[in-house]
């Protein structure tokens, strides 16, 4: 009977997936928090620094800092050179600046470094249509949708 029950009990989440959590419900200042102590841990592989310096890019994105958020998607590059996320969050900036040319250069180089990042596909059709290049747009958004389809679905982090 008790472990009926036992399938009901919430366990502990990680300090990670708190700090994920907080992001995904628009939680910015709590992720900053909770991503803070992460990256404050001697111990990170240079890749878990890198994911944690990225996400906390974003929050700080979401928060209206954008320089702040540059700071920590070149720091993430600097402890991994060919983070293909960083490289395509540097890209967004780089678009709600104006600078498609160079917003296109940085999907590029994410696209080189994770040829299977969705995101970076996707973000790089849109910058090739505002530059007007529109067939390359087009292949980009496809391919996008095609690793989008076969990548496994998230579970829904709402309750």
Do not use: W
């Amino acid at each position: 009977m008790f472990r009926f029950f036992g399938k009901f009990a919430s366990r502990e989440r990680s300090p990670r997936e708190l700090a994920l959590e907080a992001i995904a419900r628009g939680r910015y200042g709590e992720a900053l928090e909770r991503l803070d102590a992460l990256l404050a841990q001697p111990e990170l592989r240079p890749a878990e620094r890198a994911f944690y310096l990225n996400k906390r890019g974003v929050a700080r994105v979401a928060l209206g800092e954008p320089e702040a958020a540059r700071a920590d998607f070149e720091s993430a590059l600097a402890c991994v050179a060919r983070y293909a996320p960083a490289m395509a969050n540097l890209g967004n900036l780089l678009m709600e600046a104006g600078d498609v040319q160079a917003a296109i250069g940085r999907y590029e180089a994410a696209v080189a470094a994770d040829d299977d990042y969705a995101v970076a596909h996707f973000n790089l059709g849109i910058a090739y249509k505002r530059a007007g290049r529109l067939d390359e747009g087009v292949r980009a958004m496809r391919k996008a949708q095609r690793l989008e389809g076969r990548m496994p679905k998230k579970p829904s982090t709402r309750p």
